[in-house]
């Protein structure tokens, strides 16, 4: 008699985001505990309008927005940075606060020149999860990382504002620091590991 091993088929989580980056992020530090798609893999999926006015609320838009549209987990992560001397921008416009949405570059160099003459740099990337189901919010969790801005681009890794991030307790920029250690202390890395404890606590992760 052959010994055949079932074993459970791995959860299914889809990522409500069409930033590549953030997905490849929460895969990593998932692991093999999931599969983890996003709507990139659902080019019928609609384009989620992010009108809140914090990163809770667009959060929901995203998780809310796509999990009426699909069944299965769905988790949307709304996420951004906060500059003290700015009051806190860029915040929840941080993905188009050069002016055009996605540019990345452009982005950095705007708040470079923001920075100008500002010898007080403390700032913080937040991020807020809303995991959703069947078109409803099942729950939301938050992390954060302080840190302080450069005043210049420095490193080739991550996505974003990473090359000009520097967390408390390094020397580095997260773009120099690299995927290994980024994924260890990120705002992302926070709210997932708690989203991570919730989803074992209600079995789907083991
Ligand atoms: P989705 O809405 O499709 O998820 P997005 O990139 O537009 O993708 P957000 O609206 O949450 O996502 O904006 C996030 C922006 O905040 C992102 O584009 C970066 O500018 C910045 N950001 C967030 N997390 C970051 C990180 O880990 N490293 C660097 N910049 C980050």
Known sequence: ???????????KIIIATRNFHKTAEIRAMIGAAADVFDVLAFPELPEIEETGRTFLENARLKAIGI????????????????????????????????????????????????????????????????????GEEVAHFFGTVEGHLLDHM????????????????????FAELGDEVKNQLSHRARALAQVVIYLRSIGLLK
């Open 154 to 173: 420095s490193g080739q890794g991550g996505f974003g504002y990473d090359p000009l991030f520097v967390p408390e307790g390094y020397s580095e920029s």
């Open 1 to 11: 008699m052959s010994d055949i091993v079932q074993t459970a088929p791995r959860p």
């Open 67 to 134: 999990s009426r549209e699909i069944d299965g987990w769905v988790l949307a992560d709304d996420s951004g940075l906060e500059v003290d001397v700015l009051d806190g921008a860029p915040g929840v416009i941080s993905s188009s606060y050069g002016g055009i949405e996605g540019d990345h570059a452009r982005n950095c160099f705007y708040l470079i020149e923001k920075m100008q003459g500002h010898s007080q740099r403390s700032a913080r990337f937040c991020c807020t999860m809303v995991l959703a189901k069947n």
